[in-house]
């Protein structure tokens, strides 16, 4: 048995958690600030067998890897709207920070 | 020295702690939601001596076993009233995913 | 790779959060209550190398140990206040409960 300890951005724990409940992965969710990574982050503690880490730790990356977004940026304010056009900009959202940890023992009551 | 983490159901946080705290066990609550339990669990991390480890894993199970509970069904809206009689169910309630971690190092300062 | 568990004061985390940053050490905020302190408290975990550990504990020390502080005293309610002369006492600030865990793997994506 381990503990996966995943620092994760809050905008991919949704998509995260699901990809990982179909796998049947349970996983507790952490309210966490700042950290790891930028603000709005999600610590997540997953419990899994050991040999089954590594197929976890795919489901992890697959879904949160550092990745370019495009986003149309804010136009702006006061300067002359009319001549201004918008181009959309790459910005890096997403990554994640993992720890494994090993368990001396696991309990369910 | 171990670190026990503890996901339980909400409810029966207060009587673990206060049962945790009369045997001079020191433990902190984490908020968390969702993950190895039903909605609305707390994480309790509990530091303690590798040979009190079985003692405090007794207390954890005895108050948070999962275990069934009467509760009263709400009545149905709109129908019948005069002629429903409410009969208690039993749901499920409690239970807890326990990780017995293994510490290097415990300080306090 | 160890992961540093650190239950400390609120109203200490602001300026460990900052020490540990000016030496590259990251951290992540857990909100917590109660627990190894009084009321009140926050849950850091930081990463680091085996070789960072003795350095991030000074400077968990540094930041959070056990302190006296001059508080004024709020004069009594009713009382004769032309008469009673608010002398500061001291009280303590302070301390750390710190856990420090091995960690099997650590990974960034
Ligand atoms: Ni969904
Ligand atoms: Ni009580
Ligand atoms: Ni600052």
Do not use: W
Not at 75 to 99: C, H, K, L, W
């Amino acid at each position: 048995m381990k503990l996966i300890i995943a620092v994760i951005e809050d905008k991919d724990s949704h998509r995260l958690i699901d990809a990982l409940s179909e796998k049947e992965y349970k996983t507790t969710k952490l309210s966490t600030t700042g950290g790891f990574l930028k603000e709005g982050n999600t610590t997540l503690m997953i419990g899994c067998n050991s040999d089954a880490v590594d197929d976890a730790l795919e489901i992890i990356k697959n879904k949160t890897s550092k990745r370019e977004q495009m986003v149309a940026p804010i136009s702006p304010m006061g300067g002359n709207a009319d001549s201004y056009i918008p181009r959309p900009i790459n910005i890096e959202v997403g990554g994640a920070t993992v720890f494994v940890l090993p368990v001396d023992q696991f309990l369910q009551f």
